[in-house]
Structures are given as structure tokens and as C-alpha cells.
């Protein structure tokens, strides 16, 4: 088992930043890549970008590319999804996500993951 926790959500305006954070427990860390989900209201849950388990290979939606920004600390087994200039349709709740991989620099929130957080909740204030 994988246990992921979420934290860091709340409530900003538009135009500003929040980090969040995914801390990862139960098994090797390093040999899963992570991904970050989000799920608005009335929307389906959609993949905003990935960390390869090395961490030296991300990829993001087109949607945040240019704002988010996911990073990983293996010595602290966290996973971290920076957010800038937020926007009232960043509102959702936010997830992160385990998939074991064996190659080092690739990640994709486009297949099966295996182990989820519950999420946290984001909302953006026009």
C-alpha cells in the first residue's frame, strides 16, 4: 500500500499562488512517479501534470503550463505542485497520485494510477 496526503488547499483571489503538498508513506517512494489531478464542480477529474520518480522529468496540461509547477523531494518522500496566477477556473479539488514505473524519466496522468489521496480543496476568488 501507498498512502498519499494532500495538503495546502484554501481560498485565494485571482492572481495568486498557492502550494500545495503530497506527502507519500507505506512504500518506496522513489519508484513511483506522482501525478497531480483535479476534479472542478460539475466536472470531470482531469490530470494537470506529472513528476517522473527521478523528478527530473515533469509534464503539465496545457491548461496550467506557464503556472503550476510540480516538484519532488525523495528525502522527504513530498511531492509539491506549485500554483501561480490562479484563476477562478483553478477552483476543484486537487489529488495526487501514484503510479509504479520502472523508467526513471517518464510520468503520464494518462494511464491508471495506482494509489490516491483523498484531495484537497482549491478555490480561486474572482
Known amino acids: 500500500q501507498l498512502q498519499l496526503v494532500e495538503s495546502g488547499g484554501g481560498l485565494v483571489q485571482s492572481g495568486g499562488s498557492l502550494r500545495l503538498s503530497c506527502v507519500v508513506s507505506g512504500r518506496t517512494f522513489d519508484a513511483y512517479a506522482i501525478g497531480w489531478f483535479r476534479q472542478a464542480p460539475g466536472k470531470e477529474r482531469e490530470g494537470i501534470g506529472c513528476i517522473s520518480k527521478s523528478g527530473d522529468s515533469a509534464n503539465y496540461a496545457d491548461s496550467v503550463k506557464g503556472r503550476f509547477t510540480i516538484s519532488r523531494d525523495n528525502a522527504k518522500n513530498t511531492v509539491y505542485l506549485q500554483m501561480n496566477s490562479l484563476e477562478p477556473e483553478d477552483t476543484g479539488v486537487y489529488y495526487c497520485?501514484?503510479?509504479?514505473?520502472?523508467?526513471?524519466?517518464?510520468?503520464?496522468?494518462?494511464?491508471?494510477?495506482?494509489?490516491w489521496g483523498k484531495g484537497t480543496l482549491v478555490t480561486v476568488s474572482s
Open positions: 497520485a501514484g503510479r509504479r514505473v520502472l523508467t526513471s524519466s517518464w510520468c503520464s496522468t494518462s494511464y491508471g494510477m495506482d494509489y
